[in-house]
Structures are given as C-alpha cells and as structure tokens.
C-alpha cells in the first residue's frame, strides 16, 4: 500500500492544502518493505527504523509543499535535537528515508536549481 494519504482542501487559502497520512498503514507497509531499501542496514530491527519514519513523516505533514533539499538543515538539526544519538540513525541513512518518504508522499524533493544543476552535470556542462 504505496502512500496512503487523503488530501482535503482547505476553505480560508485556496492553494492550501491539508494534508492526512494513515501512518499505521505507512508503518505496516515500511516493516514490509524497509530491507529492499539503499539506506537500510542489513541486520537492523524494523524498531530501530520506526521512530525515524515517524519524525519523516511528522516532517513532511509540516513542510510537504516545500522541496526536501531546501530543508535537509532544517530536518538534521530538528532530528539531532529530538533523538539521542543512540536512538537515531546516522544523517546518510536518514537522509535517505526522508527522501523515500517525500517520494512516497509524491512530494518535491529538488528545487528548480538543483535540477538545472543535475541536467548541466549529466550533459557534461556546469550549469549557469
């Protein structure tokens, strides 16, 4: 079950939108499907992941309308203050399961810039 999320309109800002994720389901699907991952670690519990995936998706309810690049400062530091470093996945990883929540959530994950950047590199240019 790829992105179970429900989209209401909001009446007060017309572009606005309210966003609603069924998050057991989320999680059921992740426990499923979370080893065939890049960012997974071979070995780990689904249990060392949940709280991550739950701090991913409370980020992107807050900031869905806003490309994941743009906030991957914002979200670090927001993850550092909020797990031990214990009870958190290293950044790469995490970085990683972030993107795949946005994705999920069909969510931007790049501005503008950093595509012209990436279609500059790919053909071989820097980008202006």
């Excluded at 470093?85 to 810039?113: C, D, I, K, S, Y």
Aim: hydrophobic fraction near 35%; include cysteine; aromatic fraction near 12%.
């Amino acid at each position: 079950m790829m992105g179970s999320i429900h989209r209401y309109p909001v009446r007060q800002v017309e572009s606005a939108k309210c966003e609603v994720v069924d998050l057991s389901a989320e999680l059921e699907d992740w426990r499923e499907t979370l080893s065939g991952h890049d960012f997974y670690e071979p070995g780990t519990d689904f249990s060392q992941y949940e709280p991550s995936l739950v701090f991913a998706y409370d980020s992107y309810l807050q900031y869905h309308q806003v490309p994941l690049d743009e906030l991957k400062q914002t979200l670090e530091r927001k993850y550092d203050e909020r797990f031990d470093r214990f009870a958190r996945l290293n950044w790469h990883r995490m970085e990683g399961l972030l993107e795949q929540v946005w994705l999920r959530m069909g969510a931007p994950t790049h501005t503008a810039r950093t595509h012209e950047m990436q279609a500059g590199w790919m053909a071989g240019r820097p980008a202006a």
